[in-house]
């Protein structure tokens, strides 16, 4: 991996690590709701029927599972479907696009399988190299020596092939999910505000706002960071640098927007699941994150708009009812947030869905999964002890953390959602893996600073690796079980 033309290098690494997964799972299904919902929306707009969802077909699927007053539904077509608004609309417009390339049939999956990784999963590896090198550039002092230049393109690299081997992602590509969209998009927009910063173009601001745009109707959960970062470009760019970037935020989300405040007759935002959520993280019979049972509740309400109205109602009366739990569950969410990545892992697993392994195999590959996240994160923590002073792009990446995490904390957290953060923390461990641990001890040893830095970063590593601990001894009897000699056949459930 040395010498010039590194980014392509990293791409190619990137792209054969997620295209042998690929292979081997050619003709596999789907494993969850949220997959087959985006596959219907996808098939309804390859077909030219819209954005719609439960057509005959896939309402006789999910029969067995949720019972759908469909004959009562407003505007129910059953050869068509339903208009929905429950979805952001950009990822399965993007598998439309590859059905309508490669066909609707069965082997719509692995299409979609191998596209994702080519176009979405393997570019995450050199994005993150660009955004490493410019945010260390930006950082990097105007008389920085040749060592330190070499440090910092180390680090980015370091950071890079963290990403293109990063056991998780490579499977991302396997599932129908908005992640594996959301995560090039959202690490694509924050380049283009670095580069914002170094050029500001009217292009390069346009830009960012576009970028920014498309990852809000993605996963509308982004929107806080995108008005953020255009007071970020008012505050440290210029006037013009917030109003373009603005303009295309708002040129690319209104309109969807406008789409869904006519199909409701009310003002509606990019999705309509923020009701849905806010039932499922305070559900009496849920602990701040996903709960199998009561995600059937509201599946049922075929208006979007009433869910979402029945859903905050639900949640209000939840949280009025316990005020005592909101400290708790917040707590519990911050836990979830920063666990180990192991849910979807035992999902499938349990449910069979990738067959039988033995003990030794399947404990090490249990390992393999979840040691990455707990190397980079405490990485990355000792990564920003490292860096020295202040600048504005650290205050961008301070605002997506926070927009990211805030979210999650007061609705509903699980492990998968600090994945979009994982570049950005494999940023920060390129910085101490560049440096090492002896420069933690010159860090300590140069100012107050400097040792309030390492403390801060050292407090951090404990309450991680005291939150993981505490994960896994509340899920021991859950991971004895799917280690054992039927843990294939458990069946849990999401």
């Not at 590859?98 to 050199?126: C, H, M």
């Not at 908005?178 to 505000?193: A, K, R």
């Not at 923020?274 to 701040?288: A, S, T, W």
């Not at 420069?439 to 309030?452: F, P, Q, V, Y």
Request: positive net charge; contains cysteine.
């Amino acid at each position: 991996m040395r010498g010039p033309g590194f980014a392509p290098r990293v791409y190619l690494l990137a792209l054969i690590a997620r295209i042998i997964p690929v292979i081997a799972a050619r003709g596999m299904g789907l494993g969850l709701d949220d997959m087959f919902q985006y596959d219907m929306l996808a098939r309804s707009l390859a077909a030219g029927n819209g954005y719609r969802w439960y057509a005959r077909a896939d309402a006789a699927r999910v029969a067995p599972y949720v019972d759908l007053d469909l004959a009562g539904a407003k505007g129910y077509d059953p050869e068509r479907g339903l208009e929905t608004t429950f979805r952001a609309p950009l990822y399965p417009a993007f598998l439309a696009l590859v059905y309508l390339v490669f066909g609707s049939g069965e082997a719509r999956f692995t299409a979609a399988r191998a596209v994702q990784a080519v176009l979405l999963g393997a570019p995450l590896a050199p994005l993150t190299y660009f955004a490493a090198r410019k945010y260390l550039a930006l950082r990097a002092s105007p008389l920085i020596t040749t060592m330190e230049a070499s440090r910092d393109e180390s680090g980015a690299r370091a950071a890079a092939i963290a990403i293109a081997l990063y056991p998780i992602l490579l499977l991302y590509a396997l599932g129908l999910g908005t992640e594996n969209l959301f995560f090039v998009l959202v690490l694509l927009s924050v380049i283009l505000l670095l580069t914002a910063w170094t050029k500001p173009t009217p292009v390069v601001e346009m830009a960012a706002g576009l970028a920014l745009g498309l990852s809000a109707l993605t996963r509308s959960v982004i929107l806080p960071f995108c008005l953020l970062a255009v007071l970020w470009l008012w505050r440290y760019v210029s006037w013009r640098a917030a109003g373009m970037s603005a303009l295309a935020l708002a040129a690319v989300t209104l309109p969807w927007v406008a789409r869904n405040t006519r199909l409701h007759g009310q003002l509606t935002g990019i999705e309509t699941s923020l009701g849905y959520n806010m039932y499922l993280g305070y559900h009496p019979q849920g602990d701040g994150s996903f709960v199998f049972g009561p995600s059937l509740d509201l599946l049922p309400i075929l208006d979007d708009a009433e869910r979402d109205r029945v859903g905050m109602a639900a949640a209000r009366e939840f949280i009025r009812s316990r005020p005592d739990r909101l400290p708790g569950l917040a707590w519990n969410r911050l836990g979830f947030f920063f666990g180990l990545e192991k849910r979807a892992v035992v999902y499938f697993y349990s449910n069979n869905l990738v067959g039988h392994m033995d003990f030794i195999p399947l404990l090490i590959l249990l390992i393999l999964l979840l040691l990455p996240f707990v190397l980079l994160s405490l990485s990355a923590a000792l990564g920003l002890a490292l860096l020295r002073g202040r600048h504005p792009v650290d205050l961008l990446l301070a605002l997506l953390f926070a927009a990211c995490l805030l979210p999650h904390v007061l609705i509903l957290a699980e492990d998968r959602f600090h994945l979009l953060l994982v570049p950005f923390m494999a940023m920060m461990g390129g910085v101490f893996w560049s440096q090492g641990a002896r420069a933690l001890l010159l860090r300590w040893k140069e100012s107050s600073t400097g040792r309030l830095a390492v403390c801060t970063a050292l407090v951090v590593c404990a309450l991680l690796a005291a939150n993981w601990g505490a994960e896994l001894h509340r899920d021991s009897a859950k991971l004895g079980a799917v280690l054992g000699a039927d843990g294939n056949r458990t069946s849990y459930p999401y």
